[in-house]
């Protein structure tokens, strides 16, 4: 094995909307409300693939919401805070550098999420490179954007390993050749390594 290919939501971030949004809403079923408004709305994916802004985003969720507005735009306002480093994941990423892998991300991602954690975490140094579906247009599970990391980096699967918590998104992977690792936990995933003597 030669690569290692992170994804970041809840592999080396946390991304738990609902503590979020408890933790800004007291009543657990409006917290509910506003999390399926949100996090569960076609907007949302739009986000992720890069083709609408996230001003376009949250208006259009509040014309559709106007009497939850005011809880959607609090929401909203900066919550980027709600991605915080997994720090047992981010130990892993450090080791497995140290240990002369190439390490990449590809991540469903948004594009002002990603410029606030790259700022505010240095963990992303020790990336040799990666692909986002906010740039690519692309998300995972679809074929195309493993493709544009395999040729971008000149990754060849079968010397590779793929990890991440959505199982679509290592059927993806699988198809395509890599080895994957399915994350539950760190621990979990310190010993999957082993079992590759990674």
């Not at 991300?105 to 963990?123: C, G, I, M, P, Q």
Request: with cysteine; net charge negative; hydrophobic share 35%.
């Amino acid at each position: 094995m030669r690569n290692i290919i992170f994804d970041l939501g809840n592999v080396l971030l946390n991304f738990k909307p609902i503590d979020y949004l408890h933790g800004k809403i007291t009543n657990k079923e409006k917290a509910q409300q506003i999390y399926e408004k949100i996090f569960t709305s076609e907007e949302w994916l739009m986000l992720d693939r890069g083709v609408m802004t996230e001003e376009e985003a949250v208006n259009k969720i509040c014309h559709r919401s106007i009497e939850d507005r005011e809880l959607i735009m609090l929401v909203m306002h900066n919550w980027y805070q709600l991605l915080t480093p997994i720090e047992e994941t981010v130990e892993i990423l450090k080791e497995l550098k140290h240990k002369g892998y190439k390490l990449y991300f590809l991540s469903n991602f948004h594009l002002l999420a990603y410029e606030d954690v790259t700022k505010r975490y240095d963990f992303f140094k020790y990336f040799d490179g990666g692909t986002l579906s906010f740039k690519e247009k692309l998300m995972k599970p679809e074929k195309e954007i493993y493709e544009k990391l395999m040729t971008r980096y000149t990754i060849d699967p079968t010397e590779s390993i793929f990890i991440d918590d959505t199982k679509e998104n290592i059927e993806g992977a699988k198809k395509l050749g890599f080895e994957t690792i399915f994350f539950l936990n760190p621990n979990d995933l310190r010993h999957k390594l082993d079992e590759y003597y990674v």
